[in-house]
């Protein structure tokens, strides 16, 4: 394996953990086709930690800052969804095992239906006038 590869995984399991060092985590659990199960370990003691969790969080659907930080719905609603999976190995204590190093992907997820109407109402609507001509080959 290389450094690094990305891997098609469902979350089978979320669970909320608080380690040795009293940091809390979500640690989120996938079958990866040919892995078997791997972690993905989240934290939230710092605010950079914080952020890479609700990075995380969104790629799998859900926004835990729009959720009022509900960790117990994340764990109960993320269960099945599904995500691209960078895999890392990882050596602890002399033992190599790989993981989940990160989620792939922007950040998307399915619009609601008022965001789907919203889009619909804007899409019926002429384009807006260009005010100059766009540089290069590119149409838009």
Do not use: W
């Not at 990075?55 to 799998?60: D, I, N």
């Amino acid at each position: 394996m290389s450094d690094e590869e990305t891997y098609a995984g469902v979350v089978t399991d979320a669970e909320l953990v608080e380690g040795s060092t009293g940091n809390e985590a979500i640690v989120v659990t996938f079958n990866i086709e040919g892995k078997g199960k791997l972690t993905l370990t989240s934290y939230m003691h710092t605010k950079e930690a914080r952020a890479f969790t609700i990075r995380q969080m969104k790629r799998l659907d859900f926004d835990l800052e729009s959720r009022d930080y509900d960790v117990e719905a994340c764990r109960r609603e993320i269960v099945g969804r599904k995500a691209d999976c960078v895999i890392e190995e990882n050596e602890y204590n002399g033992k190599k095992t790989l993981r989940v190093k990160y989620l792939e992907g922007a950040g998307q997820r399915k619009m609601s239906p008022d965001a789907i109407q919203r889009l619909r109402d804007r899409l019926r609507e002429p384009p807006p006038e260009e005010s100059a001509e766009p540089e290069g080959d590119c149409p838009f």
